[in-house]
T-cell receptor, first 109, second 116 residues
Framework: KNEVEQSPQNLTAQEGEFITINCSYSVGISALHWLQQHPGGGIVSLFMLSSGKKKHGRLIATINIQEKHSSLHITASHPRDSAVYICAVQSGSARQLTFGSGTQLTVLP | DTGVSQNPRHKITKRGQNVTFRCDPISEHNRLYWYRQTLGQGPEFLTYFQNEAQLEKSRLLSDRFSAERPKGSFSTLEIQRTEQGDSAMYLC???FGGGGAYNEQFFGPGTRLTVL
């Protein structure tokens, strides 16, 4: 069993829809990261959180430490949101990230 | 400073050849990471430097792989005697290690390696 599991693996939505991507992890963590990866490889950090909820524009990230679960929400989705969204965790005193396999999001106009 | 840069962006090589990749982190960042990503998967950790010291290495980093970060600035990742299974995107990230145990990592564009 992978330490970080994401669902769904693929998601297709119509422009304007509310989108949720889920992440579950099996280890105790010090922080959880949501990242966005566009074709060609570039990875951009969206959120880093250890508790509660964070919001940036149309993006919202939540985490439930007790349930070892996090969600990334996108409101009023747009075709430019199409990308791979990756959940990653930092655990204990380690500095490196352990990544999920990503969710390919396609938003159709 | 425009962020983390990696060179080359693409590398095609024949099996058995040696390759070297370079990563230039954000200048004030003391932590540098190497990750490897294969198609359809999330990145996997390879190794981590704090300043010039290599503090952690993954089991994925076989004897054919070596990484350095002289003077705590840029880093190089060398793969000797490349194999087809080494084909992947090699990602570098850097961060500033402050008092907290966790910190935002900034990623470079990656080097895509194809071994023929």
């Amino acid at each position: 069993k992978n330490e970080v599991e994401q669902s769904p693996q693929n998601l297709t939505a119509q422009e304007g829809e509310f989108i949720t991507i889920n992440c579950s992890y099996s280890v105790g963590i010090s922080a959880l990261h949501w990242l966005q990866q566009h074709p060609g490889g570039g990875i951009v950090s969206l959120f880093m959180l250890s508790s509660g909820k964070k919001k940036h524009g149309r993006l919202i990230a939540t985490i439930n430490i007790q349930e070892k679960h996090s969600s990334l929400h996108i409101t009023a989705s747009h075709p430019r949101d199409s990308a791979v969204y990756i959940c990653a965790v930092q655990s204990g005193s380690a500095r490196q990230l352990t990544f999920g396999s990503g969710t390919q999001l396609t938003v159709l106009p | 400073d425009t962020g983390v840069s990696q060179n080359p962006r693409h590398k095609i090589t024949k099996r058995g050849q040696n390759v070297t990749f370079r990563c230039d982190p954000i200048s004030e960042h003391n932590r540098l990471y190497w990750y490897r990503q294969t198609l359809g998967q999330g990145p996997e950790f390879l190794t981590y430097f704090q300043n010039e010291a290599q503090l952690e290495k993954s089991r994925l980093l076989s004897d054919r792989f070596s990484a350095e970060r002289p003077k705590g600035s840029f880093s190089t990742l060398e793969i000797q005697r490349t194999e087809q299974g080494d084909s992947a995107m090699y990602l570098c990230a850097s961060s500033f290690g402050g008092g907290g145990a966790y910190n935002e990592q900034f990623f470079g564009p990656g080097t895509r390696l194809t071994v023929l």
